[in-house]
């Protein structure tokens, strides 16, 4: 299995550019996340995920949205970019079985974003 | 979630016991105790968890107080490769699995 994988490793973008952090995992798991970390931070909740189309926001959603449309993928997309968007972003997916949720979560490489 | 308290930074000597505390006074009956570790900017790596027994695996032992106010994650031999940034988080059973990351304790190794 490749585990958790995202595209691109790195970006560059200008102020009010739009893109798609891709995230795809081939564990069969139903629940997948996005969080962002800023540099000496740990890392916050974006959005999630527990099922295809089933979403629902986290810790700091503004500025970003999502979809699932497949249990592999979850991408995460940044309509009209800003500086405060520089950080690494990370994708995350696990298993989730109902109300004992308790499994690990497996995290991918991480896409590391400059905003101008 | 509860909330976690931890030390900004330890030091260990490479081959000895690496015991990192944390606090987490307000933790509630349902609510696990999750330890990650993230080296140098890579994704976050899941260590262990437990609920109120003592865990042990390949990579770690947890022990929890009687109490559940506190834990400590223990590497019983440190290496150079274990220095990364450790994450104590403590998390409810059911719903999402949202993980609540502070800004954990920085573990450096010393030869």
């Known amino acids: 299995n490749a585990g958790v994988t995202q595209t691109p490793k790195f970006q560059v973008l200008k102020t009010g550019q739009s893109m798609t952090l891709q995230c795809a995992q081939d564990?069969?798991?139903?629940?997948m996340s996005w969080y962002r970390q800023d540099p000496g931070m740990g890392l916050r909740l974006i959005h999630y995920?527990?099922?295809?189309?089933?979403?629902d926001q986290g810790e700091v959603p503004n500025g970003y949205n999502v979809s699932r449309s497949t249990t592999e993928d979850f991408p995460l997309r940044l309509l009209s970019a800003a500086p405060s968007q520089t950080s690494v972003y990370f994708c995350?997916?696990?298993?989730?079985?109902?109300?004992?949720?308790?499994?690990?979560?497996?995290f991918g490489p991480g896409t590391r974003l400059l905003v101008l | 979630d509860a909330k976690t308290t931890q030390p900004p930074s330890m030091d260990c000597a490479e081959g000895r016991a690496a015991n990192l505390p944390c606090n987490h006074s307000?933790?509630?009956?349902?609510?696990?105790v999750y330890w990650y570790r993230q080296i140098h900017s890579q994704g976050p790596q899941y260590i262990i968890h437990?609920?109120?027994n003592n865990e042990t695996n390949e990579m770690a032992s947890l022990i929890i107080t009687e109490d559940r106010k506190s834990s400590t994650l223990i590497l019983p031999h440190a290496t150079l490769r274990d220095t990364a940034v450790y994450y104590c988080?403590?998390?409810?059973?059911?719903?999402?699995?949202?993980?609540?990351f502070g800004t954990g304790t920085r573990l450096t190794v010393i030869p």
């Open positions: 995350a997916s696990s298993y989730s079985r109902g109300r004992e949720a308790q499994e690990t979560q497996y």
């Open positions: 564990m069969n798991h139903e629940y």
């Open positions: 995920s527990v099922g295809a189309g089933i979403t």
């Open positions: 307000t933790i509630s009956g349902n609510e696990y």
């Open positions: 437990g609920l109120k």
């Open positions: 988080i403590v998390r409810v059973v059911g719903g999402a699995n949202n993980l609540f």
